[in-house]
């Protein structure tokens, strides 16, 4: 299964145009997906407008399953989380666990058959006292695991930067899919945030890995690369502050099952 987790910064000028942008580069990267290979598109950060978009969208009406199609569950009418399942996959269930958050934040879970579960998380931003990640980041694994799911997948915005953000995926249990590829924590390489923002913002609180892909359960991650992604109008303007990533997962098969995801 191929995964790819996005924030769009809902918040930042010309959203429909960037909008436009992301879903025609996600459209480039389901076109060089193999058919055979079931892919998930897990979004952050989405206007209602860029909903709307994306709703709208032919090839994804085709291929996806849509977790939103309005704002009507999102706790922040400005802005929310969308899952987008290829339609090969059964989407058996989709619940929604709302944080104690200033920013109306949240966690999507979907269930496939066998059973996979996969969270669409955006933590709390900033610094706040006393700090609401941790306790958001628990809640988000709360249903990732039970006898009858096989595996679990936590993706999106972890808004990663503080020191006790480096270790909320050992203390719930759940390995982080840059590290287990030997991706080492603080390179440059695994900074998904601080490139593509204003100077203001780049100096104030520096680059950080703010988006990850982890896991747990029957799972083998093959691949895990970030998405440096093109520049709207020649580098004067960045379809979000946000790089993307982009997993390779594979579903162990139980024993006599070879079957796979």
Known sequence: MRLLT????????????????????????????????????????????????????R??????????????????????TTTLIYKRL?????????????FGRDVKTSSIPKTLRIGNTHLESLVSNPPLRPAQFATSTRNLRAPWICAGILAGDFNAI????????????????FLALGGLEDSVEGHTWGYQCAKVLMQRF???RMDK???????????SRRNELSSLTGGLEWITDHYGLSAMLTILPDEGDTSKI
């Open 6 to 57: 996005w924030n769009l910064d809902a918040f930042h000028s010309g959203c429909e145009i960037r909008v436009h942008a992301a879903l025609n580069l996600l459209k480039q990267e389901f076109d060089n997906t193999p058919k055979s290979l079931p892919i998930v598109f897990m979004l952050q950060e989405i206007s209602l407008s860029g909903l709307r978009q994306i709703k709208a969208s």
């Open 59 to 80: 090839w994804i009406q085709d291929s996806f399953h849509m977790a939103d199609i309005s704002d009507r569950y999102w706790a922040d009418k400005r802005y929310g």
């Open 90 to 102: 059964s989407n058996e269930k989709v619940f929604r666990l709302y944080y104690d958050s200033k």
């Open 162 to 177: 503080q020191d006790f953000d480096r270790t909320l995926h050992n203390e719930n249990k759940l390995n982080d899919a």
């Open 206 to 208: 520096g680059p950080s």
């Open 213 to 223: 892909v982890l896991f747990c359960g029957e799972i083998r991650v093959d691949e």
